[in-house]
Each structure stands twice: as structure tokens, then as C-alpha cells.
């Protein structure tokens, strides 16, 4: 089935650096990626989505300047997250959903737990 | 406005049925989905819904009502490893899935 990798599973950053997440379709391309955040003990945020080749779209109330999107190829779009706080710190997973599939194939990365110390 | 309701928490014994219940409110309609998340891992899709009725895949079945706003995931000889958060999440006019805050399923021997 299709599958999305997503990398790194974890990191440990210190407070204002700025940390790299990839996903990439690894069988199929896709033109629009899903970003999400995750508390503790709550559902998905969806925070942005990618469109390759052209800007994300942001959700109400997440900075664009902080979480900087990247879909530059139909298998890659990166998040960074800038100048990184502990308030950051959250499960961060990427979606996709491969072309001729039905509603139903949304496929998840793996997700990345960001602890900001 | 969008809305998703689910129970927060629900406990049942292996071997056992469970009946996950979901009611939503979406800005127009394009299907419900139902996600299963172990702990510190990211969702896998479990079903799809947007005809109503039942659909059964092996231990689990969805159901959808439309007109109800309403849907379920039931559970089937309950195991061990289905200890898990279910999610619901129904997708709108504009193919955005709007999420439910998960239901922590509890499997006790």
C-alpha cells in the first residue's frame, strides 16, 4: 500500500534552534500534503497544507513565519519549526492521500515527537 | 459551526463487543472516516464511510447515518492489542477532515 515516511521519529532540540521535518511519499506523488499537530490526550490540529509548487495554506491561528512549509518536489514537503520554544513541543505528523484513491486513503507519516528544552 | 462528538473514554473486557459512537457537524458532508492511534504513534485508517449503513471488515463495522449525523465503529472480539485511541473525523464540503478528540478505548482480561 501506499506509504508516507516520515523522519525523524524524534527530536530533542534546545530552545530557539530550529528543527527539520520530511515527509516523503515514497510510492506515489503527491501534489498535497496534510501537516497536524498533536497535544497530549487531544485529536488533531490541522496546521497547514502543502501544494507542491506553490504557498501553504495556513490554518487560523498558526504563524506562517514559525512553521515553514516546503513542497518543492511530489514527494517531499518539509515543516521547520523556527526559533523552537517549549510551548512547541508536540507530535507533529504529516499526511497524504495517493491519487485514484478514494476518499479513504488518507496514509499517515509515522509522526515526530519535538520536545523543545 | 464544525463539530465532532465522541465519548472520551470506554472500557470493555476481551472478547467482548464495543460500540464507538461519533455524531458530527460539518459545513456540507463528504464522508466519515474512523482512525485507530496506539499511543505515541500515528493514526491508521480503519474505515470510510458516506453512504449510510453498515460496513464490515472482519471484526470491525462502521455505520453511517446521514440524516442522523451520526456514525459508529463496533468492535468484535474484543483483543488485547484494539486497547487504542479511536478517532473519528468527518470530512466537509471543502474535503477537510474535521477531527474528533479520539475515544481511549480500555481492554481488560
Known amino acids: 500500500g501506499a506509504v508516507v515516511s516520515q523522519h525523524p521519529s524524534r527530536v530533542i532540540c534546545k530552545s530557539g534552534t530550529s528543527v527539520k521535518i520530511e515527509c516523503r511519499s515514497l510510492d506515489f506523488q503527491a501534489t498535497t500534503m496534510f501537516w497536524y499537530r498533536q497535544f497530549p490526550k487531544q485529536s488533531l490540529m490541522l496546521m497547514a497544507t502543502s501544494n507542491e509548487g506553490s504557498k501553504a495554506t495556513y490554518e487560523q491561528g498558526v504563524e506562517k513565519d514559525k512553521f515553514l512549509i516546503n513542497h518543492a518536489s511530489l514527494t517531499l514537503s518539509t515543516l521547520t519549526v523556527t526559533s523552537a520554544h517549549p510551548e512547541d513541543s508536540s507530535f507533529y505528523i504529516c499526511?497524504?492521500?495517493?491519487?485514484?484513491?478514494?476518499?479513504?486513503?488518507?496514509?499517515f507519516g509515522s509522526g515526530t515527537r519535538l520536545t523543545v528544552v | 459551526g464544525q463539530n465532532i462528538d465522541q465519548p472520551t473514554e470506554m472500557t470493555a473486557t476481551e472478547g467482548a463487543i464495543v460500540q464507538i459512537n461519533c455524531t458530527y457537524q460539518?459545513?456540507?458532508?463528504?464522508?466519515l472516516f474512523w482512525y485507530q492511534q496506539h499511543a505515541g504513534e500515528a493514526p491508521t485508517f480503519l474505515s470510510y464511510n458516506v453512504l449510510d449503513g453498515l460496513e464490515e471488515k472482519g471484526r470491525f463495522s462502521s455505520f453511517l447515518s446521514r440524516s442522523k449525523g451520526y456514525s459508529y465503529l463496533l468492535l468484535k472480539e474484543l483483543q488485547m492489542k484494539d486497547s487504542a485511541s479511536y478517532l473519528c473525523a468527518a470530512m466537509d464540503s471543502n474535503y477537510q477532515l474535521i477531527w474528533g478528540a479520539g475515544t481511549k478505548l480500555i481492554i481488560k482480561p
Open positions: 460539518t459545513s456540507g458532508f463528504n464522508g
Open positions: 499526511s497524504a492521500r495517493p491519487p485514484g484513491q478514494d476518499a479513504g486513503g488518507y496514509t
